[in-house]
């Protein structure tokens, strides 16, 4: 890291041969030697419009970008085909001990250049089996914690209306135990709403319980069966309820 040894993979006459292999640093080491640009209508050439920006010809031929660094000599970083680039990253991460993606970094830009090296550092390391073995697992447990169990079961519902298909569906879930029961019906008039209710409970409330609170939403249908209550024969009663906020059941 401190940069007292040597990095591997340094070969000037293998990079060579390498930079002779990709069709953009070839086309980009002719328009250097000839003193040419390409045509501004060839939108088909970026890397090669990128490179002619930053780019030299060394004197052994092989393409460099000069790197100044403040108080220290500059030095030739070697260009990097795409192709091999992130084959190069993978062993200097390797050989290096697996160090982070800025101890990478900078590791590589003291000898190497390419395009798009923040992005394939950043690949590098995090496709690492293990420095991902490393890494601090996310927490997904939620916080819980405990209360105060219900009175009774039976006494707190939840009911709502869907619209699908062209039918109305009223669905009713009792808070406690979360059992859900739904029926289809004709309208959203409270006639309905209350017959419809009316049946889905029945079999929900106990007998000597108190009287059950349905929370709905305020639509004009449950707005007009707030404070009603309907006696049965067998002792129990409902008590319609519909509170500021809407306690809508999920689906």
């Given at each position: 890291?401190?940069?007292?040894?040597?990095l591997?993979?340094t070969?000037?006459?293998?990079?060579?041969a390498?930079?002779?292999e990709?069709s953009?640093?070839?086309?980009t080491?002719a328009?250097?030697?000839?003193?040419?640009?390409?045509?501004?209508?060839?939108?088909?050439i970026?890397?090669?419009?990128?490179?002619?920006n930053?780019t030299t010809v060394?004197?052994?031929?092989?393409?460099?970008?000069?790197?100044h660094?403040p108080l220290?000599a500059?030095?030739?970083?070697?260009v990097?085909?795409?192709?091999?680039?992130?084959g190069?990253?993978t062993?200097?991460?390797?050989?290096l001990?697996?160090?982070?993606a800025?101890?990478?970094?900078?590791?590589?830009?003291?000898?190497?250049?390419?395009?798009?090296?923040?992005?394939?550092v950043?690949?590098?390391?995090?496709g690492?089996?293990?420095?991902?073995?490393?890494?601090?697992a996310p927490v997904?447990?939620s916080?819980?914690?405990?209360?105060?169990?219900p009175?009774?079961v039976?006494?707190?519902?939840?009911?709502?209306?869907?619209r699908?298909?062209r039918?109305?569906?009223?669905v009713?879930?009792?808070?406690?135990?979360?059992?859900?029961?739904?029926?289809l019906?004709?309208?959203?008039?409270?006639?309905?709403?209350?017959?419809?209710?009316l049946?889905?409970?029945l079999?929900l409330?106990?007998?000597?319980?108190?009287?059950?609170?349905?929370?709905?939403d305020?639509?004009?249908?449950?707005?007009?069966l707030a404070g009603?209550?309907?006696?049965?024969?067998?002792g129990?009663?409902?008590?319609?309820a519909?509170?500021?906020?809407?306690?809508?059941?999920?689906?």
């Amino acid at each position: 890291m401190r940069g007292a040894q040597k990095l591997p993979f340094t070969n000037r006459s293998a990079w060579l041969a390498l930079q002779s292999e990709c069709s953009d640093l070839r086309r980009t080491c002719a328009h250097l030697r000839q003193g040419t640009r390409p045509s501004k209508r060839l939108t088909n050439i970026r890397d090669v419009k990128r490179y002619l920006n930053v780019t030299t010809v060394s004197r052994d031929g092989l393409l460099v970008v000069r790197r100044h660094t403040p108080l220290a000599a500059s030095t030739d970083c070697i260009v990097v085909p795409r192709a091999v680039l992130d084959g190069l990253l993978t062993s200097l991460h390797i050989k290096l001990d697996h160090p982070t993606a800025t101890q990478l970094k900078a590791v590589v830009q003291r000898y190497f250049y390419a395009l798009d090296m923040d992005a394939a550092v950043q690949r590098v390391t995090n496709g690492c089996h293990r420095c991902a073995s490393l890494k601090k697992a996310p927490v997904f447990m939620s916080d819980q914690s405990t209360c105060d169990p219900p009175e009774v079961v039976g006494s707190t519902f939840a009911a709502d209306v869907f619209r699908r298909d062209r039918q109305f569906i009223l669905v009713v879930r009792e808070c406690v135990t979360s059992f859900t029961l739904s029926s289809l019906i004709e309208d959203e008039r409270r006639e309905t709403l209350r017959d419809a209710l009316l049946r889905l409970c029945l079999g929900l409330c106990p007998l000597d319980g108190p009287f059950a609170v349905i929370r709905t939403d305020p639509a004009p249908g449950f707005a007009a069966l707030a404070g009603m209550r309907s006696s049965q024969s067998t002792g129990w009663s409902l008590k319609w309820a519909t509170p500021k906020t809407s306690t809508k059941p999920s689906r």
